[in-house]
């Protein structure tokens, strides 16, 4: 199962997260969230792989700060097209493409169809009025059905709590989980003694 952990900034805390059982670490380009990291990080790490989140920013841009951080994979929380997403793609990107869902609604196959073939991950949030987490789960029932051929990530209110819901749903195209404000003392500071012990139950 891949594990990213997302919204990091701080360097100390990067650090110490980077040592854990982890595949992927988040960053976050966006200037309206309280996680933003600034044009560019003052430390990189190594042992994970770098991802680049982005809400309708324009290409130009992206491919900046993709340069500048050496990102790896670009996370992409807006309204952004699916030609928008295969052209990163063709870029030599890996791109994930973020969905928020709505637990009274059913799983909006329509939208998520239209970027099939042009991503490479996709990743279901729970759906808020703004750009990014909101610390909620949604009911996961809902992702029955998806039927789509693009793996996907689960985020929406993961937190110490819900392991064993976690370590309980199955869905034959999930592959990993998206970590984020359940883990946090403040924005963009993870607390490490929450995020082991979920993690080593998780894999175990």
Not at 37 to 61: A, C, M, N, W
Not at 62 to 71: K, W
Not at 108 to 118: A, F, K, L, N, S
Not at 151 to 165: C, D, E
Request: aromatic share 12%.
């Amino acid at each position: 199962m891949l594990i990213k952990v997302c919204g990091m900034r701080d360097e100390r805390n990067i650090r110490a997260v980077e040592q854990l059982d982890i595949d992927w670490m988040g960053f976050i380009f966006h200037p309206l969230s309280s996680r933003y990291v600034g044009e560019q990080l003052s430390y990189l790490p190594e042992k994970v792989t770098r991802v680049g989140v982005f809400v309708d920013e324009q290409p130009e841009i992206v491919r900046e700060r993709a340069e500048q951080n050496r990102l790896q994979i670009l996370q992409l929380h807006g309204k952004e097209s699916p030609a928008y997403c295969r052209e990163f793609k063709k870029q030599g990107y890996r791109v994930i493409k973020v969905f928020g869902i709505e637990t009274d609604q059913s799983f909006p196959t329509e939208i998520v169809q239209r970027y099939e073939g042009c991503c490479d991950y996709f990743l279901f949030d729970t759906k808020t009025p703004m750009h990014g987490g909101s610390g909620q789960k949604f009911n996961w029932e809902v992702l029955a059905g998806y039927r789509g051929e693009t793996p996907f990530l689960l985020s929406g209110g993961l937190s110490p709590t819900v392991v064993a819901a976690v370590r309980a749903f199955s869905h034959p195209k999930w592959v990993g989980i998206d970590l984020n404000s359940g883990f946090e003392t403040s924005p963009a500071i993870k607390d490490t003694t929450l995020l082991q012990p979920f993690i080593e139950q998780l894999l175990r």
